[in-house]
């Protein structure tokens, strides 16, 4: 029992050590651009990589921050890239890649969970006081689940996946001490950023390098803090970018930016991905509660035919559709609107997605059944968007996400309490 205790006690000492970031965390390092005597002029743009790596996508995401550290040699002078990196067996630090190299400009000295809220935004607004621009990009890798949400960040129960992470501090495996971050916490982070002139940041893109992030919840979660979300819709491989290709088009700016991006990535990877124009989701979110309205007879719950429809996630170990919890928006949408009904919605949905590329099947561990599917891999059934479809048979892991999808936006504003759930 002794030990027990003396176990536990310890647990929760090494728990609160690596919690969260503060300013006693860091050293100084580099070439002294922390020091506050030097004049911060704004360049064009300032790029913010945050890379969570203290999991087993460590190698891989390691060998992201070498590509990028090459591809800094391709960036124009007016554009900064400052990257956030925490990996396995390291502490973590900051870094600037600038001409092909990279200068670790700030230090911590102790681990922490890049996960927690608090240290992120403590992160963000270090970088964004430090390397002032006029225009701010980031860019997030590590491991993703879209908008499927279980206990916040910070769990320390077992695996959970929760959206964006995981920091394990030093684990190997997505269990015990490791901890995932919801996209409302994420969205809020990013929303209590602070530009130079002390205004509300706002990012002209958000790119998610993690499985499954373009979803319409989560697009709709960010709406407010960027003008273009950029995410895969399916699985990536544990790579990810290819980033030494890739950071030219980081530097770019709008529609040209994002664009390059989904380009560049599905030239090099077989994955589905796109882009968002998130001042377009207010429109999608009202003509898609019009439309469901539509099919809705008011008495029984609202549930949506999607036996052989497109999904990106399965949640559950046996199964397949229904455990399925990512489907493809545009194919659930046209397979239960009346045509009229779905000509108009999808009117909004493509002022939305304004570039998408779809892949005929992509690398999985997920089990994913392509060959339900895979016939309906085209343009004219792939929208380049999941959504979570609610379903009496939803699980995961103990989890019911027809009430955990409640945490967003989305699924409150488009109705789905109104139609039964």
């Keep these: 029992m002794k030990r027990l205790f003396t176990h536990i006690m310890f647990l929760l000492s090494a728990i609160l050590a690596v919690s ?9 390092g580099g070439n002294g651009s922390t020091d506050p005597s030097e004049e911060l002029k704004p360049v064009r743009k300032t790029i913010i990589a945050y890379i ?34 925490d990996f396995r067996g390291e502490k973590p630090y900051i870094a600037h890649l600038k001409d092909g190299a990279l200068e670790k400009v700030r230090e ?45 960040t910070i769990s320390t129960n077992l695996l959970k996946l929760n959206a964006y992470g995981y920091d394990g501090a030093g684990e190997v495996s997505a269990t015990s001490t ?31 390098d993690c499985c499954c992030f373009q979803t319409v919840e989560a697009a709709y979660e960010f709406r407010h803090a960027a003008d273009f979300i950029v995410a895969p819709v399916s699985e990536t491989p544990a790579a990810g970018a290819d980033y030494e290709k890739m950071t030219a088009a980081l530097s770019l700016s709008g529609e040209d930016a994002v664009r390059t991006i989904v380009d560049t990535y599905s030239a090099n990877t077989s994955i589905c991905i796109s882009a968002i124009r998130t001042d377009m989701l207010d429109g999608l979110c009202a003509a898609t509660r019009r439309a469901l309205g539509t099919i809705y007879d008011g008495k029984e719950k609202l549930t949506l035919n999607h ?65 339900l599917f895979q016939e309906f891999l085209t343009d004219e ?20 996400i027809n009430t955990s999808m409640f945490k967003l936006q989305w699924c409150n504003d488009v109705g789905w309490k109104r139609m039964g759930w």
């Excluded at 969260?20 to 100084?28: E, G, L, Y």
């Design 20 to 28: 969260c970031a503060s300013d006693d965390d860091f050293t100084d």
């Design 178 to 208: 490791s901890t995932w971050m919801n996209v409302p916490s994420m969205a809020a982070v990013f929303g209590s950023l602070r530009d130079y002139d002390g205004g509300r940041l706002h990012f002209d893109y958000i790119f998610l």
């Design 52 to 85: 969570t790596g203290d999991n087993n996508l460590s190698s891989s995401l390691s060998n992201d921050l070498r590509e990028m550290t090459t591809g800094s040699a391709q960036l124009p002078a007016d554009c900064h890239l400052v990257v956030f990196a």
């Design 307 to 371: 036996a052989r429809c497109i999904y990106y996630y399965r949640g559950n170990e046996t199964g397949y559709q229904r455990q399925a919890s990512l489907h493809d928006m545009k194919h659930v949408m046209r397979t239960n609107l009346e045509d009229s009904v779905y000509r108009e919605w999808l009117a909004e949905l493509e002022k939305a997605v304004v570039h998408k590329n779809v892949a005929n099947r992509w690398d999985t561990s997920l089990g994913i059944n392509f060959s």
């Design 108 to 152: 911590y000295g102790n681990e922490f969970y890049s996960t927690s809220p608090d240290s992120m935004r403590s992160v963000y607004q270090w970088i964004i006081d430090h390397y002032p621009a006029r225009e701010y990009s980031t860019v997030l890798s590590g491991h993703g689940s879209g908008a499927i949400i279980s206990s916040d």
């Design 381 to 400: 059934y792939y929208g380049g968007v999941s959504m979570l479809v609610p379903d009496d048979d939803y699980t995961l892991y103990g989890n019911d």
